[in-house]
């Protein structure tokens, strides 16, 4: 069993599955202090915070976004 630089154990365990696609995501906080689900493939090891063009909001990405964005 190898493990690569970018798929260690402990960001193994961040990775979760989006409940509308199951897509893998990883909850990453803004610099204003929110969580917000980022695509896993974007998010590197050691990432704590968004940043934007790097990482992909799942937000933008998923096909169930709408029905689980609050409506304001
Ligand atoms: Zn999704």
Redesign the pocket.
Known sequence: MTFDSDTTEAHERRITR?K??R?R?VWLTTEAGKKIPVDADTVEADDEIYEHGRHVS?FGT????SSWRKPR
């Not at 998923?62 to 976004?65: E, G």
């Open positions: 989006c509308s696609c897509a995501i799942h998923c096909p169930q976004a």
